[in-house]
């Protein structure tokens, strides 16, 4: 890989026709690959990269049936916070915040990490109560959490309405002052490229049709361009998971939603943090383009249409101008939605299935942007190692059966 | 200078004896009634209007409509302010007040523009590959860059204006009243079908007046017996200023009718400003027309760079010259039309550069015939002017698309360009429609949808007005348009048109508000970024406020050529909604303010709202929380209210408990399916507690439910409950069990009900009824009896929350605040004290019973709850199963028990965190939280409920809770602090 340095940098800048190399190859898939990851957004790519990177696995392919990073990796909200409830939680989603903290030099591709605060509003007093509740467990868990009355959420977000004369007051609001946003795009490519860079093969335009499964081993896959042979074989696909996991005779316990954003056009900077309310379910920031990037829950119905329901965006508008009536005449700029794959618990499934060679990452649902590094480093581990890291040992398809479940309801609500 | 210099003497559709009065960047203007304000500025010779968004370089006026990329201004200024609004779009008031955005001190001398002087170092897809030393060094650039970002300013305050949001149902929707729209109504109307035309403009008549000034091309009176004929029929709806703007399934579109803009701050005030249409039609007409493209050429973004069609709206609708001298570059026919509405106005066409080796088309000829200078096979190649245009360089260009012969420069002070048309399919594909690439025309036209959806006119690919009004009325009628003649005129594409200087740097735009210049284009293709969407990202192609309308095929056709693929192969991105920006409260109509969620009311708020009680919101409730006396702090008045309720009596509004009547002979059924434990037994007349869990065996809601008859019971649910519960029971019914005859009602607003409880609770209800027996044992605990009570007729159950002898007292709803008051006025013998849900808290938390939702959290089975003895053995329920799973028979999981602080006085935080040891350091063990926690009068000490791994296996142990600065101690005790043995409730 030919490393981006502020020396090339200005040595193109005073090139009229500046060279830069290709960020990836586009090989045609061979025959043969040892690990086969079906699903090429960011969290596909992720493990890719470590596997490559950290257990020396040579021969990868990934499988992608559009453009890689064009699922819910570049259609997310892109905020990243690891103050969940639970340890396990905690755990997993600190340790993927601590590598995206040093993830553009890792990856020599700047993906934009930008630390700039998330509120989660408190509406009532059981908000507050749970509000108390969860600051004090992440604190104990050793990460950033504080909590702000209402004149601390208003120093931390000026143009916020804090009056008492509203539908859902503001009562007070937690802090992770670490959690913040990053370009989606950029992670996407940071790691197709570095996952490039040492040899992996990312197949674009190659659907899976079909999965070859002998006596319970998976053998290979049926693609749009072709059998492929795999030892291993990792599915990667948010919100079609289920369609795969079929392909091999797995039902799984996801239910796929629409989830809907959309951007205001681009204004001068107003809003600094990143600032969430599951109470009156919105969500929202400010990009380094001066959009405002903003989401709401999901539409009811299962579906894998990437659309969903204008009355949801209806909805979300009444709440945001409630926090902020002064963004009543900005104009609503672009809106599309993403197909998230959604656990009964509200926590991803990251581990091994019945069937040998066959791993599943997927569940992350609403919520997973924030999870990409982590989530691609423990999968890496579980797939080379073929047994579970301690950090998504939890994680298992077997605990909707065992019934030990990690329910992250109360934080997923809207969970992003 | 005289007022409007460029204003021609007659002609336009504008009123000149209606002169207004306008601002711009602070200079007094003129223009009349009827323009715009992009038309306005050329009228007086305002060009640079804008600046771009990344290199700030000068822009113009490009277009006349909704595709402008370059013409963004802020419109006034305070609460009233509206950033980045298209000059083109704006119609002209008397007052308006409008300024460049994205510039600074002015657009004329704009610091920003430091950077165009330094645009090589800031090519596309640069921010990805630097900023990254040292580690965390973005942080510290981000906040310069930042500094750059946005165009326009948010408004300063809440929204002054109100909005509307309101349905449409009709046969047809017709969306463009250009010929083909009119057309289409007009037919669609004769056959009685209710019909809907919508249009972005003011007036009907598309772009019928942009290019004729008599504003009628079929040289009869057809555009205005049309819209007659239209306005006659009561079948038919016109809106005007109603831009149709996003397509859903199922033949649902919105549309954003702006009902005051064009009158500005002055609009009658009984209007909103603007109305949401959400429209459901069974079929639709797509008569939207077609936008046209720019030319891809050198420094092709000066001011005074225009569209060439746009240029002939502003001299035929609007009577405004955009220049004096001009020089017109075209690939196709239709830019002839253009010079020739010019000329004939008296604008001087220095020469028309024709891509086209061979030029084809009526127009071209008539223009050769009128002695236009036509250089057939020839582009302009650059142009030169710092904020206004001055001259462009031209050349020949040979069938491959390489400059010939030399390059010659003409001064000018206007270019009209036009790289032909593109079909304005965003809706149709939108719709789910498929696109085709027709190579005569250069464009994308639609192609089959997935939905009941009609194409007709310039948005078909049709050029001819009488073409596209036969098309209009196939359409009208339901047919699919024929396909018309093709037409003689071709385009020849050349994307981009190459430089005159190969071996320099040449920045040849194709998203002018985003400086996405060919070159750009190349690079991302030369590094990987070859999938049109990857493109977009990565350039920023077509992602700013006019989402690419004009560049978009442009750069798919310069991405084609980097590639080496035909165009087709490289496809479109995603026509997103909206088509054009939709205002925030436009979306959100009336639903702000205190109508953001509705505000549900007790009977008894006024009472309560009178007495001064702080409220808290449970669900969309206003639920009284307590009732402070004078100076009294929260802590004071809870601690009156429970003691009142422990020693004589108090009341409660219970109103709000979810409240469903179950009917039907499978009720008990029902019943034992929904709740944990049995129903049959239960008699008519007597009350059960139950309990409802998830599929995954946690608790779900609990309540009373009251057998009233032996096919109907009255189920109470929480209040923050009772529409989920509704629903999930609801559910179950129809989905699963559609053979069990139950019926449900929800009750909840129809009853008014108070709790009365306290040791004085029986003799007051004794002297309040006549006909109920309320003696311990003719009306015994969880029993229920009908009667009067005060003389209402009411239902009396004898239940209790807060461990006291307690009758909850339902009243239809109407009399509620009359037994409120009643009740009250039972004292003073008695002292009835209304209490809050705090101190009901309190009171249930002595007892140990636990509220959903605060003991509960989804995560917890009636086990973990020690409520084993509600889980009936004999029959089968909701949950049941899971509760059997490994993992919910793990000793260790978190349980119901109750901590007693060393501290007496200490009342511990409730959500705080319990250790089985010191605090070591992070990350430590937790083994549980503190789920309740209050002052408790009665026992005149601290009391708390938690959940802790092992529950009261760990009885008598102590644990540690990290509070702020210091750690308390606390004993796991026995949850029920208060009558363990329930003396007092069944007394
Ligand atoms: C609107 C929206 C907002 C969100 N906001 C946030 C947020 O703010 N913060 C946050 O943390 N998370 C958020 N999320 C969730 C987050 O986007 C996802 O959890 C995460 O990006 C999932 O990444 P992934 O790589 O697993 O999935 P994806 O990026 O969806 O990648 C899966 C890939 O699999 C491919 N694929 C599927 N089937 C096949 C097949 N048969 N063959 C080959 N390839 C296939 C797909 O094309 C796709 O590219 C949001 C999601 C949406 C939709």
Redesign the interface.
């Known amino acids: 890989m030919t490393r981006?340095s502020?020396f090339r940098?200005a040595r193109?800048?005073?090139a009229?026709?500046?060279?830069?190399?290709?960020?990836?190859?586009?090989p045609d898939p061979r025959p043969a690959y040892d690990v086969v990851i079906v699903g090429g957004g960011g969290h596909g790519l992720a493990t890719a990269y470590y596997l490559a990177k950290e257990h020396g696995v040579s021969n990868i392919a990934v499988l992608e049936k559009?453009?890689l990073?064009?699922g819910n990796t570049?259609r997310n909200t892109t905020i990243i916070r690891s103050n969940y409830l639970w340890?396990e939680s905690a755990?997993l989603y600190e340790k993927a915040l601590q590598l995206y903290?040093?993830l553009?030099?890792e990856l020599?591709?700047?993906i934009?990490?930008?630390?700039r605060g998330v509120l989660n509003l408190a509406?009532?007093?059981?908000d507050l109560?749970?509000?108390?509740?969860?600051?004090?467990?992440i604190?104990?868990?050793?990460?950033d959490s504080e909590m702000l009355d209402p004149q601390g959420v208003k120093a931390e977000v000026p143009?916020i309405n804090i009056s008492r004369q509203?539908?859902?007051p503001i009562l007070g609001a937690s802090l992770q002052r670490r959690g913040g946003v990053a370009?989606h795009?950029?992670v996407a490519?940071?790691f197709a490229r570095a996952a490039d860079a040492r040899g992996v093969d990312i197949v674009?335009n190659c659907e899976v049709t079909g999965l070859d499964v002998v006596n319970s081993r998976v053998r290979g896959l049926r693609t749009s361009r072709g059998t492929i042979a795999a030892r291993k074989v990792g599915l990667v696909a948010a919100g079609h998971s289920s369609v795969l996991a079929a392909m091999a005779g797995l039902r799984l316990p996801i239910e796929s939603h629409p989830l809907q954003a959309m951007v205001?056009?681009?204004?001068?900077?107003?809003l600094n943090s990143v600032v969430m309310s599951n109470t009156?379910h919105v969500y929202l920031s400010?990009?380094?383009?001066?959009e405002l990037v903003i989401g709401a829950g999901i539409d009811g119905y299962n579906s894998y249409?990437q659309?969903g329901?204008?009355q949801i965006?209806?909805?979300q508008?009444?709440?945001?101008?409630?926090l902020f009536?002064?963004?009543?005449?900005?104009?609503?700029?672009?809106?599309?939605g993403g197909i998230v794959d959604v656990c009964?618990?509200a926590s991803p499934i990251v581990g091994k299935t019945p069937v040998e060679g066959l791993y599943i990452n997927c569940g992350w649902g609403t919520g997973g942007f924030k999870a990409t590094p982590g989530s691609g480093w423990a999968f890496a581990h579980t797939i080379a190692q073929d047994r579970p890291h301690a950090l998504n040992a939890p994680f298992t398809l077997e605990?909707f059966?065992?019934?030990?479940?990690i329910?992250e309801?109360?934080a997923a609500a809207v969970a992003h | 200078m005289t007022s409007q210099p460029y204003r021609l003497a007659e002609g336009g559709v504008i009123d000149r004896t209606r002169p207004l009065t306008f601002s711009f960047n602070g200079r007094r203007l003129t223009g009349y009634s009827g323009d715009t304000l992009a038309s306005a500025l050329l009228a007086n010779g305002v060009h640079l209007v804008g600046r771009s968004f990344k290199y700030h370089r000068p822009r113009g006026i490009l277009t006349a409509g909704t595709e402008e990329p370059n013409a963004l201004v802020q419109l006034e200024a305070g609460n009233r302010s509206i950033p980045n609004l298209r000059a083109t779009r704006i119609e002209l008031y008397n007052g308006l007040s409008a300024a460049s955005v994205n510039c600074w001190p002015g657009v004329r001398f704009d610091a920003g523009a430091l950077i165009d002087a330094v645009h090589r170092l800031v090519p596309a897809g640069f921010y990805y590959k630097t900023f990254m030393w040292p580690q965390g060094g973005w942080h510290v650039y981000e906040r310069l860059i930042r500094r750059m970002a946005g165009m326009g300013r948010a408004p300063e305050g809440a929204d002054p204006d109100r909005y509307e949001r309101t349905n449409a149902h009709c046969d047809v929707l017709i969306i463009g009243a250009g010929p083909a729209g009119l057309a289409a109504a007009v037919t669609a109307g004769r056959s009685g079908a209710s019909v809907i035309l919508a249009d972005e403009r003011g007036q009907p008549g598309g772009s019928l007046p942009d290019v004729a000034s008599d504003g009628d091309v079929t040289g009869t009176s057809w555009l205005g017996d049309t819209i007659a004929e239209l306005q006659s029929m009561t079948n038919v709806r016109m809106f005007t200023r109603t831009t149709v703007t996003g397509y859903f399934d199922h033949n649902f579109l919105i549309a954003v009718e702006r009902v005051t803009d064009h009158l500005g701050p002055g609009a009658p005030a009984h209007l909103p400003r603007q109305r949401l249409w959400r429209i459901r039609t069974s079929r639709v007409v797509l008569a939207t027309g077609a936008l046209e493209r720019p030319l891809v050429f050198a420094n092709n973004d000066r001011p005074g760079v225009m569209l060439a069609g746009s240029a002939r709206a502003y001299v035929n609708r609007f009577a405004v010259l955009p220049g004096r001298r001009a020089v017109v570059v075209t690939n196709n026919d239709s830019a002839y039309e253009a010079a020739l509405d010019l000329h004939r106005n008296g604008v001087e066409i220095a020469a028309v550069a024709d891509l086209r080796a061979v030029p084809v088309g009526p127009a071209a000829e008539a223009a050769a015939a009128a002695g236009l200078n036509i250089l057939r096979g020839h582009a302009v190649v650059d142009t030169n002017g710092r904020r206004r245009v001055q001259a462009v360089h031209v050349a020949g260009i040979g069938l491959d698309g390489s400059l010939t012969g030399p390059v010659r420069a003409l001064h000018c002070d206007l270019v009209l360009m036009s790289g032909g048309w593109s079909p304005a399919v965003h809706l149709f594909s939108q719709s789910g429609g498929k696109l085709r690439y027709d190579e005569m025309l250069g464009a994308f036209l639609p192609d089959g949808s997935r939905q009941h959806v009609l194409c007709a006119g310039a948005m078909n690919g049709v050029a001819e007005t009488a073409s596209c009004i036969v098309q209009g009325q196939d359409a009208g009628k339901g047919d699919v348009p024929a396909a018309s003649e093709p037409t003689a005129s071709t385009v020849d594409a050349h994307w981009p048109i190459p430089a005159r200087n190969r071996s320099g740097e040449v920045r040849q735009f194709v998203d002018f508000q985003n400086d996405v210049t060919a070159a750009d284009i190349s690079l991302a293709v030369s590094e990987g970024y070859q999938s049109v969407e990857h493109l977009k990202r990565y350039t920023t192609l077509g992602m700013g406020t006019d989402q690419g309308k004009t560049g978009n095929v442009p750069g798919i056709a310069i991405l084609a050529g980097s590639l080496g693929v035909p165009l087709p192969a490289v496809g479109t991105t995603t026509f997103r909604p909206p088509y054009d920006p939709v205002t925030f409260g436009a979306i959100a109509g009336r639903d702000v303010g205190p109508l953001a969620d509705p505000v549900r009311q007790t009977p008894m708020h006024a009472w309560h709202a009178e007495t001064g009680a702080v409220f808290e919101d449970v669900g969309q409730w206003k639920r009284p929380f307590y009732y402070p006396l004078a100076s009294e702090t929260k802590h004071d008045a809870v601690a009156r209210e429970c003691m009142a309720v422990r020693r004589a009596a108090g009341i409660m509004d219970a109103t709000t408990l979810g409240k469903i009547v179950l009917s039907g002979p499978d009720a008990v059924r029902f019943l034992n399916r929904v709740y944990t434990n049995a129903w049959g037994g239960l008699e008519v007349g007597r009350c059960r507690y139950g309990l409802m869990l998830g599929e995954d065996g946690m608790v779900l809601d609990d309540g009373v439910t009251a057998r009233l008859a032996e096919d109907r019971f009255l189920m109470t649910t929480t209040t923050g409950n009772a529409s989920r519960v509704l629903a999930w029971l609801e559910e179950w019914l129809q989905t699963e069990w559609p053979e069990l005859d139950v019926y449900l009602t929800s009750v909840t607003e129809q009853f008014a009900t108070v709790a009365l409880a306290g040791p004085k609770a029986r003799a007051i209800l004794t002297g309040l009824t006549s006909d109920i027996d309320v003696s311990a044992e003719a009306f015994p605990f969880m029993s229920w009896r009908g009667g009067h009570v005060a003389g209402f007729p009411a239902r009396v159950f004898r239940i209790s929350y807060s461990g006291e002898l307690a009758y909850e007292i339902s009243v239809p709803a109407r009399h509620g605040l009359e037994l409120w008051a009643v009740l009250l006025r039972s004292g003073p013998d008695y002292a009835v004290t209304p209490f809050g849900t705090e101190a009901m808290h309190v009171l249930r938390a002595e007892k140990g019973y636990l509220m959903v939702g605060q003991e509960t959290d989804g995560t917890v089975t009636p086990i973990d709850l020690g409520m084993q003895w509600i889980l009936s053995t004999k029959k089968d329920f909701i949950g049941r199963r899971s509760l059997a799973r490994s993992a919910m028979l793990d000793p260790l999981r978190k349980r119901l028990v109750g901590l007693r602080t060393e501290d007496p006085e200490l009342v511990l935080p409730e959500g705080a965190q319990i250790l089985p040891t010191a605090p070591s350091g992070p990350p430590e063990t937790m083994i549980g939280h503190v789920t309740s926690s209050y002052w408790s009068g009665a026992l005149r000490r601290s009391i708390a409920l938690a959940l802790v791994k092992g529950g009261r296996d760990r009885e008598s142990a102590t644990v540690h809770v990290p509070l702020e600065g210091r750690t308390a101690r606390a004993e796991i005790c026995d949850p029920r602090f208060y009558d363990p043995e329930g003396l007092r409730l069944h007394g």
């Open positions: 981006y502020i940098l193109n800048a005073l009229y026709r500046p060279n830069w190399p290709r960020a990836w190859r586009s559009g453009w990073g064009g570049g340890d755990h903290e040093g553009s030099r020599n591709f700047n934009m990490l930008s630390q509406h009532n007093e059981h109560k749970e509000m108390s509740r969860r600051v004090r467990a604190r104990l868990n050793g990460i143009v509203v539908r859902y370009r795009d950029a490519w940071g674009q205001s056009e681009p204004i001068k900077p107003v009156v400010q990009s380094d383009k001066g249409a659309r329901s204008f965006i209806e909805g508008m009444g709440a945001l101008l409630e009536p002064s963004f009543s005449r900005l104009r609503m700029l672009r809106q599309w009964p618990d605990r059966s065992t019934g030990a479940l329910d309801h109360g």
